[in-house]
C-alpha cells in the first residue's frame, strides 16, 4: 500500500495502529466490518482495499 501512495511503510504502519487503537481492533481482517467500501473514491482505492483484505 505504501508504495501505491508514495509514502513510507513506517508511516502506514503508524496511521493503521491508530487506527486500530481507535476502533478497537488487532487486525486487518479485524478492520474491515469498521469499513463501508461504497464510500470509497474509485475502483483504483477499491481495489487496494480488497488486495489487502481491508
Known amino acids: 500500500m505504501a508504495r ?3 509514502i513510507s511503510t513506517p508511516t502506514v504502519e503508524y496511521h493503521l495502529r491508530n487506527i486500530f487503537t481507535q476502533l ?4 486487518r481482517s479485524a478492520l474491515a466490518p469498521h469499513l463501508d467500501l461504497d ?3 474509485g475502483p483504483h482505492e477499491r481495489a487496494v482495499c480488497q488486495a489487502h483484505d481491508v
Do not use: K, L, N, P
Not at 24 to 27: A, C, K, L, T
Open 24 to 27: 478497537g481492533v488487532r487486525s
Open 39 to 41: 464510500r470509497v473514491d
Open 4 to 6: 501505491q501512495v508514495s
